[in-house]
């Protein structure tokens, strides 16, 4: 009875370790990299958890990145780099820059890059306004140092959504909504780069989120048509 108690303690545990793994973007199998050939075009999808797809069913078919290849068609490659949990700013809990993926989607190589990143930066630990600006755009600046000369395209983030009267992960609405953004925006401005608003494409969509924040399968495919129909006119 004694063993039966630990092996199913045993499996709990596992599953939990499986499941954080998961919930961060960890497991490797989750990230599989796409070799560009014949004359593809290089898409790198850099960004958190949404562009990972974390809470879309099916992932590995249905995250944003994977929709919008196959918008594309057979002359691109498109590569996901998402990362759950993942900021802009280097001295948050979880800078992007610090991570592999960020580095693989830079030797990629890539053509084009499309970059979300914002909503893990308003947590209260996290936002910094000055540091936000300055660190995202050495981010767009990193892409367009590149010897393919990328086209780079940064999105704002998508609103986010109470769920049972509060939103989730200590995320702030307010900052997304009043400071996050319009910086987004300047940026783009500044570094002469595209921007692609999908909070006001979302604004009001909360029937397209899994938990208020993370789109689900409906939402990834907006999203990949927004960005596809983006690419598409440039």
């Known amino acids: 009875m004694i063993g039966i108690i630990i092996a199913i303690a045993l499996l709990v545990l596992a599953g939990i370790i499986i499941l954080t793994l998961f919930h961060f973007g960890l497991i490797s199998f989750y990230h599989p990299m796409k070799s560009a050939k014949n004359n593809q075009i290089r898409v790198a999808c850099v960004g958190d958890s949404i562009t990972y797809g974390l809470f879309v069913g099916n992932r590995r078919k249905n995250n944003y990145p994977a929709v919008l290849n196959l918008l594309l068609g057979e002359k691109y490659c498109v590569n996901n780099f998402g990362y759950t949990n993942r900021t802009a700013i280097k001295s948050g809990d979880y800078p992007i820059v610090n991570e592999k993926l960020y580095k693989q989607s830079l030797d990629f190589k890539p053509d084009i890059v499309v970059i979300l990143l914002g909503t893990n930066d308003t947590k209260e630990n996290n936002w910094d306004k000055d540091k936000f600006i300055n660190d995202y755009g050495e981010i767009v600046d990193s892409y367009l140092a ?23 992960y200590d ?46 399968v409906k939402g990834s495919e907006l999203l990949a048509q927004s960005v596809f129909e983006k690419l598409s006119n440039n």
Do not use: M, W
């Open 146 to 168: 590149l010897e393919s000369a990328p086209k780079v395209y940064i999105l704002t983030p998508s609103p986010l959504f109470e769920v049972r009267g509060k939103i989730l």
């Open 171 to 216: 995320l702030r609405k307010s900052i997304v909504e009043s400071e996050v953004v319009p910086a987004i925006k300047n940026i783009a401005k500044a570094k002469g780069v595209d921007c692609i608003d999908i909070y006001k494409i979302f604004d009001g969509k909360r029937e397209l989120f899994a938990d208020g924040v993370h789109p689900n």
